[in-house]
């Protein structure tokens, strides 16, 4: 495949828009997200074809090198895709669009869930972050201090899905969140603390750090609708809720 490509980023881009069966060329990665893009980075673009046409382009599908990576695809499976793609296309950059605005609607959708698809996905992370949390303290506890610092690094993991889903966002790539969250601030959470406690308690595990921070996670998932998830666990939350009152990242 390689050989069929041009030279230069530019030089396809200007291929593509000549194609008449492009209707839409959309960048994700770091050279969208703006300061992010380095001299290692590459450009990874996105390329929609109308529905039903034929394009030399579509055999480039998949294709990857130093300085291009490649996904060809139709107008209806560029809707559909999700799941992983789901952030790198919420803060994708537009780069053309001949459906009158109909490829800017789709990437503009894709930032947001939907009120139950994001209802259930905060459930399961919830769930998916107390369990991980009470096996760290629990193994601290029982004096298993490495399984309980991999059982918090993993809770961290499950808490920021959780946060970005009650608001309703994809969470974003390790790479990016920083530079989501000073753009784009999670309601309820300073920045600058959160970072901190998270990335405190994936470092070192600490049980008073995470029971404080449970606190804040728990009040807000019970505004949310989410106390049944909380109350299953019975009177296991005694062990996740701090000893004495505290926050672990203020307002």
Known sequence: ?????????????ARAA?????????????????????????????????DDTVSDLTRLDGHRSARLDLVVT???????????????????RVLLDRLDGGIAEIVATKGHLGEEEAFRA???????????????????????????????????????DLLFALDR?????????????ERFPLPGWETDALLEVVGRI??????????RLFARVEDAARRAGHGPTLDAWGEDLDLMRPRCPGTAASR
């Open 1 to 13: 495949m390689s050989h069929e490509l041009p030279l230069s980023y530019d030089a396809f881009l």
């Open 18 to 50: 000549d194609d008449p069966a492009v209707v839409g060329l959309v960048l994700k990665g770091s050279q969208a997200h703006d300061g992010m893009a380095t001299e290692h980075s590459d450009h990874d673009l996105y390329v929609v074809l109308a």
């Open 74 to 92: 139709t107008v209806e499976d560029f809707r559909r895709l999700g799941g992983w793609e789901r952030y790198a296309l919420a803060r994708a």
């Open 122 to 160: 905060a459930a399961g992370c919830l769930d998916a972050y107390a369990n991980s949390l009470y096996r760290s303290v629990k193994n601290a506890r029982d004096g298993h201090p490495l399984a309980a610092r991999l059982d918090a690094a993993d809770s961290m993991s499950s808490l920021l």
């Open 169 to 181: 966002r994809p969470r974003p790539y390790n790479k990016y969140l920083e530079w989501e969250l």
């Open 202 to 211: 994936a470092g070192t595990g600490e049980v008073a750090v995470q029971r």
